[in-house]
């Protein structure tokens, strides 16, 4: 397991934006992320506008020169966004032809028609992993909630025995599989392989979203057994729909970024070559931003015009998937800023200085920021890219497996115990009609139990690989 080491990290240190010691840097830290919890907790300010004052805050707490603090974090927010921005675009643009043309209610349709009874939670993890994998977790939920309500009605099964499972599997696919944001910046700021981060993510997703989906509801059943609400059960998209994609081609669409991005990591692996014909196709076509595109072009025809969408009617679905993730981009380019500050600010050479002779392991440690950073912010986005801007400089150390992990151990960690300050609480609570009280003894403990078993199970890799 890689320990905590910061020798051979002196030559590619940058040079920081202040001189302040560890103590002023480590108060600088904390006040940083104090008035980024407090902006988005107290004073409910947007968490784009709470990132970039926390960044100022940060730079300012350091001692650095205000024009300085400004140019890390634009620098960060402009390299965050180039990096991600394209990426989390089509993602949308997928996740809504998806959407409207009726191929996620064809997915589970198809799916629910081949399961009953006990394999019922099953399903819904099967559901909600395959549909999670090119959408954002709340645009997720809106999508699955009208089917989970309606199976649990309709097989008169307990809320939680359907509910939790579904979530599970939304929630891990957030979390630790990209194409979501939080993995994509994580990767990007510790300089993984995203191919062989997305295999491994695989590998720890799957024994994750049993033990949090289908084993831990049948205990939240018992804790909260509650009906589903009428109230929130409204139309699906393909009821106004006169044919829609086939189940072969929906799921064929969806996996093809996965598949593409996985072949990418095998041929690495296999021919080991930069300069072989073969493996610099398989660095184009493997690449993120190429492979999403790919699902884009092929779904609007095999999604869109399946489902007898015009020209005209593709052009507008392409056009709504992107005003809505206007707000996430800034989220998440911001969140890019403040890491920037952190890492000129001398912050991540800080916590190696402090931290060499500690024996805790370099991806417990990562995963312990993200767990505080996720209980103070609620955001798991905002504790992924602020915990990967204080750990970056642990992966100069990592061997391209652990640097892997190290994005893992950061994804785990942003899931932890979601609550009141987490908007994802406050959607479940809604959607499910529970109080506060059930909400957490249902989707904060299932939350609690996906960061531990995964952080867990990426400790446990790293001892074998």
Excluded: C
């Excluded at 650095?64 to 991600?84: E, M, R």
């Excluded at 643009?93 to 996620?104: E, Q, R, V, Y």
């Excluded at 979601?418 to 109080?435: P, R």
């Amino acid at each position: 397991m890689t320990r905590l080491s910061v020798e051979s990290l002196a030559a590619d240190t940058v040079e920081p934006i202040t001189s302040a010691g560890h103590a002023q840097l480590g108060i600088a830290v904390l006040a940083g992320i104090a008035v980024i919890v407090l902006l988005i907790t107290q004073f409910k300010l947007h968490a784009f506008l709470a990132l970039t004052i926390g960044s100022l805050a940060l730079g300012a707490f350091a001692g650095a020169p205000l024009d300085k603090a400004i140019v890390s974090f634009t620098t960060g927010l402009g390299t965050t966004v180039a990096g991600v921005g394209v990426l989390i675009a089509l993602g949308a643009i997928l996740g809504k032809l998806l959407a409207d043309s009726g191929g996620a209610d064809q997915i589970v349709d198809t799916i629910l028609t081949k399961a009953g009874g006990r394999a019922m939670p099953w399903a819904m993890v099967l559901i909600a992993s395959v549909i999670g994998l090119p959408l954002f977790f709340e645009v997720g939920i809106v999508l699955l909630i009208p089917v989970v309500l309606m199976v649990a009605k309709r097989g008169n099964y307990s809320l939680m025995r359907i509910g939790i499972p579904a979530l599970a599997g939304l929630s891990v696919m957030h979390g630790l599989i990209p194409p979501h944001p939080g993995p994509l910046v994580a990767i990007d700021a510790v300089g993984a392989n995203l191919g062989l981060t997305l295999a491994l993510g695989i590998l720890v997703a799957i024994p994750t979203v049993i033990i949090a989906g289908p084993v831990f509801s049948k205990y939240a059943a018992r804790w909260v057994d509650v009906p589903a609400p009428d109230r929130m059960i409204p139309a699906r998209a393909s009821e106004d729909l006169e044919k829609r994609p086939g189940f072969g081609a929906t799921i064929a669409t969806m996996l093809l970024p996965v598949v593409l991005m996985l072949a990418k990591a095998l041929v690495d692996i296999v021919v080991d070559d930069p300069t072989h014909r073969v493996q610099r196709v398989f660095d184009v076509i493997g690449s993120p931003l190429i492979a999403l595109l790919a699902a884009v072009i092929v779904g609007m025809f095999t999604l869109g015009r399946a489902a007898g969408f015009t020209k005209e009617r593709l052009s507008t679905t392409v056009e709504k998937s992107l005003a809505p993730i206007a707000g996430i981009l800034l989220i998440v380019g911001a969140g890019g800023g403040f890491k920037q500050t952190l890492i000129d600010s001398g912050v991540g050479q800080m916590i190696l200085d402090i931290s060499k002779d500690w024996s805790i392991p370099a991806l417990l440690l990562a995963w312990l920021i993200a767990v505080a950073i996720r209980l103070a912010t609620g955001s798991a986005t905002v504790a992924t890219i602020s915990a990967a801007g204080l750990v970056a400089p642990l992966a100069a150390d990592m061997s391209t497996a652990h640097v892997s992990l190290l994005v893992l151990a950061i994804g785990a960690g942003s899931l932890f115990f979601s609550h009141v300050n987490d908007a994802g609480f406050w959607l479940v609570k809604e959607y499910f009609g529970l109080n506060v009280g059930q909400t957490i003894k249902t989707w904060s403990v299932m939350e609690t139990i996906i960061s531990v078993v995964a952080g867990g199970l990426v400790l446990l890799l790293s001892l074998v690989i």
